[in-house]
């Protein structure tokens, strides 16, 4: 889901005068769990928001009665609702397939529309739970607050066919170990496990050991 609502309480009162690092991470917060359309667990939470900011802003919420979850829970609901909604345009769009044949004018002018980006099945992306569990375990080893990008996604999901996810988990123990200086400039998933420049970063990382004097390259 692309979009969030506000509780109109929290907006004229509950925040009003929060700091602003408190704000902010109220929204990221709610546009986290309707990116991502589940519940992340706290320390995934501590990771996007940052802790600091996610202690403070557990603070103010209990401060005003009530706690992060029901934030979260209200989120959910309208996630659920727009699948819903979702699942109706998607039954709606095969009766009229059915009704009036495949190649009708509304079909063609409708996939006319559709981007590869498009094709990539959101929803199946993010239930696939084992994408989804090797992505925490690089947001926590790198420490950074990449979003499941569905390009991120095919990449994991690629990968995760020629290789079991203690490889793919292996690779991200050694990325993380690399002491070039400007790596943190490139610590995006394809420098991790994708393919780049025709080099298999995934391959690279696997068989990586750790030599002293060794001079970094740009990947």
């Known amino acids: 889901m692309d979009w969030i609502k506000v509780k109109v309480k929290h907006a004229e009162y509950d925040f009003l005068d929060a700091p602003d690092n408190v704000f902010r991470a109220w929204i990221m ?9 589940r519940t992340p667990t706290e320390s995934q939470l501590k990771i996007r928001l940052g802790e600091k900011n996610y202690d403070d802003l557990k603070c103010h919420a209990l401060h005003n009665g009530y ?14 609702s727009a699948n819903s909604l979702r699942r109706m345009g998607k039954e709606r769009q095969k009766k009229y397939r059915e009704i ?15 981007t590869p980006r498009d094709k990539i099945r959101g ?6 739970t084992v994408v ?7 947001l926590l080893k790198t420490k950074r607050a990449f979003t499941l990008t569905s390009g991120r996604a095919s990449i994991i999901e690629a990968r995760l066919k020629t290789h079991s996810i203690e490889q793919l988990k292996k690779a991200v123990d050694n990325f993380v170990l690399d002491t070039w200086e ?30 002293k004097g060794t001079q970094w390259k740009k990947p």
């Open 29 to 37: 917060m709610m546009s986290f769990v309707a990116g991502s359309e």
């Open 67 to 80: 706690d992060l979850r029901y934030i979260m829970e209200k989120v959910m609901e309208d996630v659920f």
């Open 100 to 114: 009036h044949g495949s190649n009708s004018l509304h079909n063609a002018s409708h996939n006319a529309d559709i």
């Open 123 to 128: 929803d199946k992306i993010r239930n696939n």
């Open 132 to 138: 989804g569990e090797f992505f925490d375990y690089f």
């Open 182 to 211: 400007d790596r943190h400039k490139f610590t995006d998933i394809v420098y991790c496990i994708g393919i780049r420049n025709k080099i298999d970063n995934l391959e690279k990382w696997l068989n990586w050991q750790p030599t």
